[in-house]
């Protein structure tokens, strides 16, 4: 930016406004955040157990520009979101292109896939993480510069590869300790579905008009379907008896989402269907989804995502099925705490009384770590009950149980201590010295 003096100005006192400006004025830009050493511990730790999650799910990372051409997000993301409308920072280079801070990052992801023809390899599975930049009003867990994490399957149709994808985003938030998660779900359809709807629901809102808050009036014709996602509660009352999406889906549109609701279910991953979840970008057909939490005011959402059939082709590519998701790191960080600094709790905690069961104790341990678990072993010595409180402290999913009695035997105990969902369980099993095998397959289910 180039600055005009409009009066001279002496170098001692350019120099001397700039000494106080140091200590006065300068401060960070409004709902830009520094993060602190204190904090950034918490960060690493998210991010390496990303890094780790990602890996196992045979994901690439891809890094692309802070900054694009201003038409790939209002082609991409649509003219008519909030985004693109109200939230973009857009600024004119020095050669006088049009640039913007990215507000997200699966345009860019789209994008770069297509310029370096990466779908040439086949289907792209990838993950991405960076500041993104919106002009909101900041609050807590609402910022101007953010940073996401986000998965992006590109090139990929199959109801399997929605399952996939979600099933990566819930299992990482898990991984991460977050508990009280919800997933919501929705279909949009098809674009034809979606276009019928669109008509429908435009000509009830608009007999209603009076009815609607400010807002919802501005946007019955631009963007209706962001309506049903509105926060005001008049709004919100009216809208239960609005034309429903899910009564528009087509057949093929109806049997993909209940074939998706299998897959979760199989994979034990619940879910709550909400009609009106409708997700802030024009791109998005058939799954979309959020995960909230109760925990994080009225920012609640920590991940969103769904299919985008169209957007690769919006951006000049060749048809492409894709399906992603978002997360909020600072909202993730709020809802982690500090806890996750010290939340390496091992896989199995080790209770044993006596000294023939030291030994097994000892060699079980061995042998599970080999295997690849974590294990906790007691030092105490004291009673299995003051060893099962230390074992419940521990935060280990199992107790493993051996005492004297059990030795000769050669037996022990294995007890559920934590539940993926609840807390405490009553699950317990005996197991035989030779069954190592099976013991290692059940401490890892
Ligand atoms: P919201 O309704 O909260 O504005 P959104 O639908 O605009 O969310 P997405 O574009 O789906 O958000 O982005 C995915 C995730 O990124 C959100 O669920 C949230 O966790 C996070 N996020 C979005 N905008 C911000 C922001 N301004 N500050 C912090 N995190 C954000
Ligand atoms: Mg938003």
Not at 181 to 202: A, H
Not at 274 to 283: A, F, H, P, Q, S
């Amino acid at each position: 930016m180039i600055c005009q003096f409009t009066q001279t100005i002496t170098i001692k006192q350019i120099t001397n406004n700039f000494a106080e400006a140091t200590l006065t004025n300068l401060k960070n830009l409004r709902g830009m955040v520094d993060l602190l050493p204190a904090q950034s511990q918490c960060w690493q730790k998210v991010e390496s157990i990303a890094l780790d999650h990602f890996s196992r799910a045979g994901l690439q990372e891809i890094r692309t520009p802070i900054i694009e051409q201003t038409e790939l997000f209002s082609r991409g993301i649509g003219e008519n979101t909030d985004v693109v409308g109200k939230e973009m920072y857009n600024f004119e280079d020095r050669g006088g292109r049009s640039c913007t801070l990215r507000p997200e990052g699966t345009a860019s992801v789209a994008r770069s896939i297509v310029q370096n023809g990466l779908l040439n390899n086949g289907p792209q599975r990838l993950w991405y993480r960076g500041p993104m930049f919106r002009y909101e009003r900041p609050q807590a867990g609402r910022q101007r510069q953010f940073h996401q994490i986000g998965v992006e399957f590109v090139g990929l149709a199959s109801v399997m590869s929605d399952a996939e994808v979600i099933s990566i985003a819930w299992n990482f938030l898990k991984e991460v300790g977050l508990n009280d998660l919800t997933l919501e779900l929705n279909s949009l359809g098809s674009n034809e579905d979606r276009n019928i709807f669109k008509e429908e629901l435009k000509n009830w809102l608009n007999e209603r008009f009076d009815l609607l808050d400010e807002d919802s009036q501005k946007r019955i014709n631009v963007n209706p379907l962001r309506i049903l996602d509105s926060k005001n509660n008049s709004t919100k009352e009216l809208l239960n008896h609005a034309p429903s999406l899910s009564d528009y889906l087509s057949k093929e549109s109806k049997t993909r989402f209940d074939y998706l609701q299998e897959l979760l279910d199989n994979i034990n991953i619940p879910y709550k269907i909400n009609n009106n979840l409708v997700r802030g970008l024009d791109y998005y057909s058939h799954t979309a989804f959020e995960i909230t939490s109760d925990h994080l005011g009225s920012q609640a959402t920590v991940c969103g995502g769904g299919r985008y059939d169209s957007l690769i082709s919006e951006l000049g590519g060749p048809k492409t099925p894709s399906i992603g998701w978002a997360i909020g790191m600072e909202r993730l960080i709020i809802l982690a705490g500090d806890n996750i600094l010290n939340s390496k709790s091992p896989d199995v905690y080790i209770i044993h009384r006596g000294q023939k069961a030291e030994q097994f104790a000892l060699n079980i341990t061995c042998k599970l770590r080999s295997a690849n678990l974590s294990i906790e072993l007691d030092y105490s010595g004291s009673s299995f009950s003051k060893q099962f409180k230390r074992a419940y402290k521990s935060m280990a999913k199992w107790a493993i149980v051996i005492g004297e009695d059990e030795v000769s035997k050669g037996q022990f105990l294995i007890k559920k201590l934590r539940d993926k969902e609840k807390d405490k369980s009553n699950e317990e099993y005996n197991f035989s010295r030779e069954d190592l095998d099976q013991l290692i397959k059940k401490l890892i289910d």
